[in-house]
């Protein structure tokens, strides 16, 4: 009997220890996963700071990038915002494109005043020669004259001396009567003598006459060539020194445009009025040549009168007015194959500028000129875009006295069009935006079509 609570006491100290155990083992678990939680949390915020430091630089550099841009925006001139820079960059690529039609027509400019340039300095050395010329005729007149003075005064000495023999005869007419018939002879001889030397003599006074005349008109004529080379040679200046402003003109052009540089109040928006300027100092270059042409077809002509109506000045003369129509005919011919150089290049440089005109802006450009019903002349532009569905789809404007419409059509009567210009052509006043919106517009259709 002492055994048994002996050993229940023994059991229950066994069931104690092992509920200890087994509260020890749950305990070592409990804390196992508690450990392997901690470790997993533990990689959780090891990530968690990477990302944040990650986070944090990009934080860093996008402040950055944000200050330079802020920094950048406040440089621009006229823009304040970021939503002004697209804006800014299309004023920009207007600018870009308005430059270097600027150093195309400066070029274009140049080529043409190198063009007067080179005929003026052949005027003035064909007006130099001319001079020459006539100044060697005038001493070659002023010799004749002075020849002619000298031969006058020894007929009229010789008038004289015949008027007093003629006198003497006369009072030995009274005294001699037996040598009566043949005093008379003698005085009818020496009568008809001095009438003929009379008649010499007028004709000598007429010739001298002329001569003068000849002399007077011929200084006159050289008074007007060197006024005449003057002129040429102040045009000649004048040329350089244009010539000198274009080429400063288009080295300026060139260094804005390679260093983007950007100016407001000279930013102008692009008109097609510049093919009208072009075409007009180039139809003024070829009326000029024109007239230089004729003007010096009728000095040809006036030569030659003057070679008929002074066939009697010597050889002298006929050599000089040979050579005189020579080279104004060889003039002439140059004058003539200049015009069609002219005319060869300036339909070349008018097919080139329509091409590029083509490539550019995205319109092939077609100008004829018309009169309106109440007859004022006016010039028409019809434009084609490269990215017209069909033929029908043309613009068509009116140029007239600096003005620029446009001219309403089937085309320009749709909808969609109709609104396009209520907006940029009437509200905004700005062809060149319409155009070009456009153009945008038939890009975008043709392409998704």
Known sequence: ????????????????????????????????????????????????????????????????????????????????????????????????????????????????????????????????????????????????????????????????????????????????????????????????????????????????????????????????????????????????????????????????????????ANTKVLRMVNTLAVDNEAKQTIEALQDELQKTKEKLQAVEEIKKQSSDAGTHVDSYIAGKIKQLKEQIATLEKREERYKTVFAERISVFRRACCELFGYKIVMDDHQRPDGIPVTRFTLHSIYAMNDDEKLQFEYESGNTNIVANEYASQPEISRQVDIFIKKMNSIPAFTANLTVESFNKRTLS
């Open 1 to 264: 009997m002492d055994n048994g609570p002996v050993s229940i006491y023994r059991q229950e100290s066994d069931v104690r220890e092992a509920r200890k155990i087994k509260a020890a083992h749950e305990d070592i678990e409990l804390l196992k996963e508690k450990l392997y939680e901690e470790k997993r949390r533990r990689e959780r915020l090891e990530l968690d700071l990477l990302k944040l430091s990650d986070l944090q630089l990009n934080m860093k550099k996008m402040e950055d990038e944000l200050s330079t841009w802020k920094s950048v925006v406040k440089e621009i001139p006229d823009v304040s915002s970021a939503d002004d820079i697209p804006m800014k960059l299309e004023a920009l690529q207007k600018e870009v494109i308005e430059s270097m039609m600027k150093g195309s027509e400066a070029q274009s400019r140049m080529k043409e005043i190198q063009v007067a340039l080179d005929s003026a300095m052949l005027n003035k050395q064909n007006a130099e020669t001319e001079a020459t010329m006539m100044k060697e005729k005038a001493e070659s007149y002023k010799a004749d004259i002075k020849r002619l003075e000298s031969l006058l005064g020894m007929i009229t000495e010789e008038r004289d001396r015949l008027g007093n023999v003629v006198k003497e005869l006369k009072d030995r007419k009274n005294l001699e009567s037996g040598t009566e018939l043949v005093s008379g002879t003698i005085f009818q001889e020496l009568e008809v003598s001095l009438a003929k030397k009379e008649n010499y003599i007028k004709e000598l006074e007429t010739s001298l006459l002329g001569k003068n005349e000849t002399n007077s008109r011929q200084q006159n004529e050289i008074q007007l060539l060197n006024e005449r080379l003057t002129n040429e040679a102040r045009r000649i200046k004048m040329l350089e020194r244009e010539g000198d402003r274009l080429r400063s003109e288009i080295s300026l052009l060139e260094s804005k445009l390679g260093h983007g540089d950007f100016s407001s």
